[in-house]
């Protein structure tokens, strides 16, 4: 890809986003897309979210127990290690980064599909501002349930460190539990959250705006799909960084 | 009414539509035809607004549409419907969901009147008992009658049609084509109707704008389609053994009536 031709793209975009950040032409119909966005690229990612947090915390755990067993660490450097690693980068950045996948395809083939048959120039036929009706309730859906996500994926990956130590012996529980109390800082939830609001926001907008200017037909929708995620995945790659960089540096 | 004065587009210095001037008629059933790549969907799409002119004017009741602000141009886009040529309905949406969408959105009505104009417009098109379907569960001709209900929900003043009859059979195409041509008179429409069909043509053509290569090459009605000595013309019309059977017919006729005493 040219330098030109990203910054081509990347004026696409603002001015995309120009259309969709304004005021919705219907309340009534705003708030209603914005239930079924909540429940449809939220709620319904909430199973995966637990199940892919539930095993990767007993993994960290198992890994952590089995690289650091050293006798000049304390046991509950274990707990502490994973809750930190939870917290910091799991629950926000790999989970977003699958959430990327998920809802982000979702998003592009969505939007994509109703370009290509001519369903978004039927909304503009009809006076509707077609990007600010389909586009703002998919990104204030998602970043106003992300959070819940992140919180329900700390608590599950710290369920799934649990679960292996009760049923393992890789620490003892009462060691485990110590950890993770020990040198607390609330501020890493609150840098968590934060971070995945913005990632929410990039998920869900560089997704639309891929489906949105799809031209052509399946192929291409499907295409436009398979970028949005990349594309994605690559942003919240380097924000992270920035972020993490900015907040916590 | 709406005209069309010296309308040009061009994509990357390629001119496709090159000083088109027209007037669509209110009443009228008026059909552009022309072969695939003609310049026929350029021109519905910069009538519509879909896609800015490089240089003419089209007037909408003499308001130009080319320098309308982006206000104007949705409140004008409210006395507008229009009929894709794959219907275009919403799947997310049953039927009647598609067809109350536009009232949702911009009629004044309360929410009982609503529901009233939509299931009238579903009884107009013949569709009273679709409303609870999905785009997905109806038949092709089904699916444009319901993108007809859609379209007059909001009793547009302009009705244009991308290829109405593509992909029906024959009677199915017969039946739409009635329904666009009554809606036109029952409501004192402007239709501009694009089409390859010239059933549609001998039908329901009152008014007709033949492009070529985006040129108007010919415009006129129904009967005169028949007997022009236009060659383009009359390469595309005739291009079916059976119009050029239909045309023989016709000259004969005439032939014998003019020989008659």
């Not at chain 1, 959070?147 to 799934?160: A, D, H, K, Q, T």
């Not at chain 1, 192929?219 to 799909?225: E, I, M, N, P, Q």
């Not at chain 1, 990349?230 to 900015?246: A, E, H, M, R, Y």
């Not at chain 2, 069309?4 to 587009?9: G, Y």
């Amino acid at each position: 890809m040219t330098l030109t031709g990203s910054l081509d793209k990347l004026g696409q975009y603002i001015l995309l986003m120009r259309k969709v950040i304004t005021v919705p032409q219907k309340w009534g119909v705003f708030f209603r897309q914005l239930v079924k966005e909540i429940n449809k690229l939220g709620v319904d990612s909430i199973s995966i979210v637990i199940i892919i947090s539930f095993f990767i915390g007993a993994v960290i755990v198992i890994q952590i127990a089995l690289n650091i067993s050293n006798p000049l660490l304390p046991r509950y450097t274990v707990g502490y290690t994973s809750r930190e690693i939870i917290l910091l980068e799991f629950s926000s950045t790999i989970m977003c980064l699958i959430l990327a996948g998920k809802v982000g395809s979702n998003i592009s083939s969505e939007i994509g599909t109703m370009r290509v048959t001519e369903q978004i120039d039927a909304l503009e036929i009809m006076g509707v501002n077609s990007a600010n009706y389909l586009i703002l309730p998919k990104m204030v859906g998602l970043m106003v349930f992300v959070p819940v996500l992140v919180v329900l994926s700390m608590f599950f990956g710290i369920i799934g460190g649990f679960g292996v130590c009760y049923f393992t012996d890789a620490v003892p529980v009462a060691d485990f539990a110590y950890g993770l109390q020990s040198f607390f800082n609330e501020f890493y939830i609150w840098y968590a959250i934060m971070k995945t609001i913005f990632f929410a926001f990039l998920i869900s907008s560089v997704a639309a705006y891929y489906g949105y200017f799809a031209q052509g037909g399946s192929l291409d929708v499907g295409k436009a799909s398979t970028n949005a995620v990349v594309v994605t995945s690559i942003l919240i790659l380097i924000s992270d960084l920035i972020i993490t960089d900015l907040m916590m540096g | 009414m709406i005209e069309v004065k010296d309308l040009v587009k061009a994509f990357d210095g390629r001119e496709v539509l090159k000083k088109i001037s027209m007037t669509f008629e209110e009443g009228k059933t008026n059909l552009i035809i022309g072969r695939s790549g003609s310049g026929k969907t350029v021109l519905l799409k910069n009538l519509v607004g879909l896609m800015r002119p490089t240089s003419g004017q089209i007037l909408y009741d003499n308001r130009d549409l080319t320098q309308m602000s982006t206000d104007n141009m949705k409140s004008l886009r409210q006395e507008m419907g229009m009929i894709f040529q794959g219907s275009a309905l919403f799947d997310a949406m049953t039927v009647f969901e598609n067809v109350y969408f536009p009232l949702e959105m911009f009629s004044t009505l309360s929410k009982e009147e609503k529901e009233k104009r939509t299931q009238f417009c579903l009884d107009r098109v013949n569709l009273s008992d679709a409303g609870h379907l999905f785009p997905s569960e109806i038949s092709g001709g089904m699916m444009k009658r319901a993108a007809i209900a859609r379209a007059i929900a909001l009793n547009p003043k302009y009705l244009f049609c991308d290829e109405p009859n593509s992909g029906l059979d024959p009677q199915t195409s017969l039946v739409i084509d009635k329904l666009i041509h009554e809606i036109t008179k029952e409501y004192n429409i402007t239709t501009i109707v694009n089409t390859h069909d010239m059933n549609s043509v001998m039908n329901i053509g009152e008014k007709i704008f033949f492009i070529k290569e985006g040129n108007l090459e010919w415009e006129g009605d129904s009967g005169s389609v028949l007997l022009s000595q236009n060659q383009a013309l009359n390469d595309f019309v005739f291009a079916s053994d059976l119009f050029k059977k239909v045309k023989e017919v016709e000259v004969e006729e005439m032939k014998e009536n003019k020989t008659k005493p």
